[in-house]
């Protein structure tokens, strides 16, 4: 899509299987703006010629600024308006407008205590499962959800990454069975020894 029409300014095209992500960066809101809408008429007409259609009320507009603006966007597509949002999903990474990283945060949090629950099931004596098992299924579900995107969201304050470490660490002393009060660099060892032997 990208080869069949140029997107000039300083307006970006990105485009995933039928998602297309557009954006702009800039200090005069005004000019953003009109670049951002310019780039919006093109797609609509790319659109339109290959009798493609278009969904704006699926589309979605977020605003990444530490300055608070009270004029709002109004960029249509299709001449239909865009609803602006507070967060955005790309690719499975949360976006908020300050890139403080707490949704995508709090998102990991709930998917990881569902696979924590799931691992507390299988390392129940009656199931029986194996500690090499178990540390296979963690970096499987926990730890590859919390590593995808980690190089974006580890500039995030050390109270918000520190919210994960937890979940991951109450995961690893269930697959080593060790009491509650063993230090985590005793389990870091444990693993090593594990991940050598398996």
């Known amino acids: 899509m990208a080869d069949i029409f140029e997107i000039q300014h300083d307006s970006h095209l990105l485009v995933y299987a039928d ?11 005004n000019k953003t703006i009109g670049e951002m809408q310019e780039s919006l008429n093109k797609i609509s007409v790319w659109c339109k010629k290959w009798k493609l259609a278009t969904s704006p009320e699926k589309s979605s507009l977020i605003n990444f600024s530490r300055k608070r603006s009270t004029i709002p966007p109004l960029l249509k597509i299709c001449d239909k308006p865009i609803p602006e949002v507070k967060s955005l999903k790309i690719l499975g990474i949360i976006f908020d407008p300050n890139i403080t990283w707490k949704n995508h945060i709090t998102y990991l949090r709930q998917k990881g205590f569902k696979y924590l629950n799931a691992i507390k099931a299988l390392s129940s004596p009656k199931i029986g499962t194996r500690s090499e098992h178990l540390l296979n299924i963690i970096n499987a579900t926990i730890r590859s959800i919390f590593d995808y995107g980690s190089q974006l969201f580890s500039f995030s304050s050390n109270s918000n990454r520190q919210k994960l470490e937890p979940i991951y660490n109450a995961a690893l002393r269930l697959a080593l069975g060790p009491p509650k009060n063993t230090p985590m660099e005793v389990l870091i060892i444990a693993i090593i020894f594990f991940a050598k032997n398996l």
Do not use: A, K, Q, V
């Open 19 to 29: 998602d297309i992500f557009l954006y702009n960066s800039g200090t005069n809101w």
